[in-house]
């Protein structure tokens, strides 16, 4: 070899071997890589392993705390069962579970006790076997009820999905009310509860309210039957005192009478108290409805109480809503005594200052009732506040020395609310003591179209009225007051008003004040056309032709008399007036108001003597006292309502001790046409018979006025 071919190959051997050399440094390269991931691969791993083995050792923490949970929580439930299982036994009731097959599951100790002395029953046994038991064995206390009915109506009460309890009654006379439920699954939970003791309690309440009530019924009929007796007396002193009051000599005796009256008036009030409110507790009270105007009617009211006023610095006065009905349905006399009540109250509480009745309302087109607010306002004593709802109560009154010096029973509030509540309404009390109080209620009542009132009857010839007034409240109650009669009113303010209205349209009547009056007189006397005038009270208790406060009756009785021409009427005849009354004063005294009336009187004592009067007689007016002994009023009626057949139509006017709802409906349904309550009136008694006699002048006098504009039933009596 030479030289350069030895120099190729050891340069050969060095190429060689530098490959090699790179070789394994690639190799060496790659080996310590493949090394480093080994080791980062066991480092991994080895991370891995104590993280699984701290979540091996976390699990098996919890895995024992879990094991504890669940035995404390099996403890509890046993200790819960068992409290649970102990309470159920110790229960006086009986629980039973039933499957939803109606097979007994478990029951508690008192529930299988009843069962102690029969057959028996255990878990497992089907509800209609427990059923038998019961009747086989003679467990239950029927009480008449069929064995398979009861049977029947046990098993049918579980097929619904509410179960309504029943009480069933055992041989022991103990009594079990079951009360079952359904459960989620569809069985049956079942409680079986003692209630011997509630029913033997309501047993014993039940006998106690019973004996309570009768004896309250006793009590109310005693007191009934008292205040009426008590009334006949009583009415005898009162009218003869009003007769002996007529007469009296000198302001001695005339003193003494009045004190005699006074007094009997009083006591015939709280009579009349103490049976109103026996018949309200005894349930006999019944409204009687009738269309009415409640305008009018608390005029009247406080006519009523006008002479108790007259002494006291006091105005009363009325408030109506001007845009309010007048004309209601309802019961118009319990109405009266309700406001006679508080007005009475307002009137007797207070010294000085005014009171105010005042009515308000809503009255809805779209409704029939309308909402009324009635309130009656004083300035007086006032009731202490703690004393409010003391006042309704019966037999209440504040006790204290103030109070000493009123007189009254305590009735009147207990009464007047309880006729509120009859009639469906409500009725408080505002008041501050020494400034006043404030009695409201309210009541719905129906609204009556103005047609359905009685329209009352005016003689012919009056249609047109000249009034002559200065007050716009006279004013406004008068307008109403003539439109409801039919009158067309002209309202003047002033004499040369007057006398220009006069001369241009002559009216058929002219209406002025009292003190006016002569001047009027004047006017009329220079004028061309005869007018009959009238005149109205200046102020309450005004002797005038009208009194005051202006009502409807007592314009239109005016009215009647303004156009009574008795010179020229003189009368026909004597009325012949029919009279039975029984007991022998009030014929007294029947008989001496009747004196100086044109009639012929005959008295009888009974219905029976009536009828055999009447028959005879043939009268023109009756008046009947209506407990009488062998045959009452209101049967004396019948009989001659029968008597009469379709003849002419006798008017019977009846004489009542005390006209109770019920009572007056009962009176007028047996033929009698008006009634009249004791203590008769001298007045009221003498407008009967002027009315007979001015019919008869009619009738017999063909120039007379027409018959029917006497009819005095179309006046509210
Ligand atoms: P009486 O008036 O007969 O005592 P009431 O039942 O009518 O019975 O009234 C009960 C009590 O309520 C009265 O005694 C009185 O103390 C009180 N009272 C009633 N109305 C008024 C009033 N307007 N002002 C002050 N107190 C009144």
Redesign the pocket.
């Known amino acids: 070899m030479d030289s350069s071919e030895f120099e190729e190959e050891l340069a050969r051997e060095r190429r060689g071997r530098l490959a090699a050399e790179r070789m394994l440094e690639q190799k060496q390269k790659e080996l310590r890589e493949a090394n480093k991931n080994l080791s980062d691969h066991a480092l991994s791993l080895s991370d891995k392993i104590i993280n699984q083995r701290e979540v091996v050792t976390t699990l098996q923490g919890e895995n024992s705390r879990v094991t504890e949970d669940l035995q404390k929580a099996n403890t509890r439930i046993q200790e819960t069962e068992r409290i649970l299982w102990a309470a159920l036994e110790n229960i006086p009731d009986g629980f039973a579970l039933f499957s939803p097959d109606f097979r007994l599951i478990t029951a508690n100790r008192p529930y299988l006790t009843v069962f102690d002395d029969t057959a028996g029953v255990s878990i497992g046994d089907s509800y209609q076997s427990i059923l038998d038991v019961c009747l086989d064995d003679g467990l239950i206390d029927l009480q008449g009820q069929d064995e398979d009915e009861w049977y029947d109506t046990m098993l049918d009460r579980w097929v619904g999905p509410m179960i309504a309890p029943i009480t069933i009654r055992f041989w022991n006379g103990m009594y079990i009310k079951m009360i079952d439920r359904k459960t989620a699954d569809g069985g049956i939970v079942s409680l079986a509860h003692n209630i011997t003791d509630t029913i033997l309690h309501e047993d014993e309440l039940r006998l106690a309210r019973d004996k309570a009530q009768a004896a309250d019924r006793a009590k109310s009929a005693f007191l009934a039957k008292m205040s009426h007796e008590l009334r006949t007396p009583m009415n005898g002193v009162v009218g003869m005192a009003d007769l002996l009051l007529e007469n009296a000599q000198d302001e001695e005796s005339k003193l003494y009478t009045e004190t005699i009256r006074n007094s009997g008036t009083a006591l015939l009030e709280i009579i009349n108290n103490i049976l109103d409110f026996s018949k309200i507790e005894a349930e006999k009270l019944e409204l009687r409805l009738a269309p009415f105007d409640l305008e009018q009617l608390v005029q009247e009211v406080s006519i009523m109480v006008g002479p108790s006023i007259r002494d006291k610095p006091i105005t009363l006065q009325v408030d109506y809503d001007q845009f309010l009905p007048t004309e209601f349905h309802g019961d118009a006399g319990r109405l009266r005594q309700i406001l006679v ?1 508080l007005v009475g ?2 009137v ?2 207070t010294d000085e200052g005014s009171i105010l009745i005042r009515i308000v309302g809503i009255s809805d087109e779209a409704s029939p009732n309308c909402e009324l607010h009635i309130t009656v306002e ?1 300035s ?4 202490p506040e703690e004393m409010v709802d003391h ?1 309704f109560g019966e037999f ?3 006790e204290d020395e103030a ?1 000493r010096k ?1 007189e ?7 009464i007047t609310r309880k006729l509120v509540e009859v009639m469906g309404g409500e009725i408080w009390v505002d ?1 501050v003591p020494e400034h006043g ?1 404030c ?1 409201g209620f309210k009541l719905s009542l129906r609204r009556t179209s103005s047609g359905q009132l009685q329209k009352a009857a005016l003689p012919d010839g009056i249609s047109q009225a000249l009034i002559w007034l200065d007050n716009s409240l006279d004013k406004s109650v008068m307008e109403r007051q003539m439109a409801l009669l039919g009158i067309e009113a002209t309202f003047v303010m002033s004499a040369a008003e007057f006398g220009l209205t006069l001369e241009r349209d002559p009216p058929s009547v002219v209406i002025t004040s009292q003190r006016r009056k002569d001047t009027v007189e004047g006017l009329l006397s220079n004028a061309t056309h005869q007018t009959p005038l009238l005149t109205f009270a200046d102020s309450p208790g005004q002797i005038s032709d009208i009194s005051r406060p202006f009502t409807r009756a007592g314009l239109l009785d005016a009215l009647i008399a303004s156009t009574e021409n008795t010179e020229a009427n003189p009368p026909v005849r004597p009325v012949q007036v029919l009279a039975a009354e029984d007991n022998k004063t009030n014929q007294l005294v029947l008989t001496k108001m009747l004196v100086g009336a044109n009639i012929d009187l005959h008295l009888v004592g009974d219905g029976v003597e009536a009828i055999e009067k009447f028959k005879e007689l043939k009268p023109d007016l009756v008046f009947l006292d209506i407990s009488m002994p062998r045959m009452d009023g209101m049967e004396a009626a019948q009989t001659i309502r029968k008597l009469e057949a379709d003849g002419e139509h006798v008017p019977i006017v009846a004489m009542t001790a005390h006209a109770m709802a019920g009572d007056e409906e009962r009176i007028l349904s047996s033929g009698i046409d008006h009634y009249l309550t004791k203590p008769l009136k001298k007045p009221d008694l003498h407008r009967h018979v002027e009315n007979v006699a001015y019919a008869i002048s009619a009738a017999e006098r063909p120039s007379a006025k027409p018959q029917e504009t006497t009819r005095q039933d179309a006046v509210p009596l």
Do not use: M, P, R
């Open positions: 009540n109250n307002a007797k509480f004083d007086g004593i006032g009731i006042v209440n009154q504040i109070n009123y009254g029973t305590g009735l009147g509030l207990a008041s109080s009695f």
